[in-house]
């Protein structure tokens, strides 16, 4: 597939059905998986041969999903979990242990930012937090001895930065560590940071990927392209003989290509048991299909309605990084060709009370805490995800009281504008 463009992977990729097999990927349904020796399966417990043996760690419905995913990214390994914020934690932790440090980016995902600063934090990982923006002297600044890994996102939800992701892949590779590229609002239509420098994608496949709200899911991607043999010292995990597995040294025996997604499979998933469950991997797939098709009407709404609220009078400010004069619009240029996503962020001129008028009034789209699927739905941060800030406190974490997130689905770009409209004349 990989000499295929990126629509004709979403469409066939991960899967190609022999002679008489199933022509939609089959929903593998079922925990076990039989053998005719205790020799067969003793083989794969080594890892010395691949095959199933238990859902918990690998079933080939999932396999099928990861693999189209890997091609859609320009990977070379795959695999689904359970969620995106188990996708994050295994990348992470599959590089860094109690006594190590990551660098992030301080604009990324609330949950990301909660298992960073508090859960990871708890379990001996520290974090230094970065601007998208920051200088590469402050970039560089951030790196100390015991550093494994960089975490940013392409785009960020919610405040919508773009992060430079070429500038943040030299800062990491001049360090020795790689880069992890949370992916999940560009989706690898708009863009594939492999392309960029990065070596490690996730995605909350709950969004996009799925498109319809229907299933709760991550991904991670390895690139193949870190050298984990070059930097063995700060690898250990991947660079030293694993004793659970009798002696394997995950870089030697899978290689650069191989190694990242087969220990966090047999280590990480065998211990957490966070897997994806063969149904939702079906729905994903699903989803998958068409995601071509979807973003490209998702950004063609985003950007109609970014448009019109940018002429709005009782609308204060607009985010969006496909209007001409928004801070990201260059680096966007230079990241996201095609368009970036469906999500529009704004501020209205009445605070916190009008965003409520606002959003009370409108018939079209919903209030929800969800983003990225095929109906448009909205938030006001101030009234639910950040209610516990006084208005100071939330224009310091660059949430304004009257800050709403839409994120654009799939109808007519007209009907969400006249719904917007008549909700702003309520205001
Ligand atoms: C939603 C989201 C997550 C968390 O994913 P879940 O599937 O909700 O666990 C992580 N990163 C980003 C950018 C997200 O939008």
Known sequence: MSDYRIETKCVQGGYTPGNGEPRQIPIVQSTTFKYATGEDMGKLFDLEASGYFYTRLQNPTNDYVAAKIAELEGGTAAMLTSSGQAANFFAMFNLASCGDHMVASSSIYGGTFNLISVTMAKMGIETTFVSPDCTDEELNAAFRPNTKLVFGETIANPA????????????????????????TFATPVNCRPFEWGADIVTHSTTKYMDGHGVGVGGAIVDSGKFDWMAHA???????????????ITYAEKFGKAGAFITKCTAQLMRDFGSIQSPQNAFYLNLGLESLHVRMARHCENGQAVAEFLQKHPKV????YCGLPGDKYHERAKKYLPKGSCGVVSFELKGGREAASVFMNSLR??????????????????????HRQMNDEQLKAAGVP????????????????IADIAQALEKV
């Open 364 to 385: 079209l789209a919903a209030i929800e805490t969800h983003v990225a699927d095929a109906r448009t739905c909205c938030l006001n941060p101030a009234s639910t995800t």
């Open 401 to 416: 009281a009257g800050l709403v997130r839409m994120s654009c689905g799939l109808e007519s770009a007209d009907d969400l």
């Open 233 to 247: 010292d700060k690898f250990p995990g991947l660079c030293t003989p694993d004793d659970s597995y009798h002696g």
């Open 160 to 183: 919508l930065t773009v992060l430079d992701i070429e500038q943040f892949a030299k800062a990491a590779h001049a360090h020795g560590v790689p880069l992890i590229i949370d992916n």
């Open 316 to 319: 204060a400010s607009v985010s």
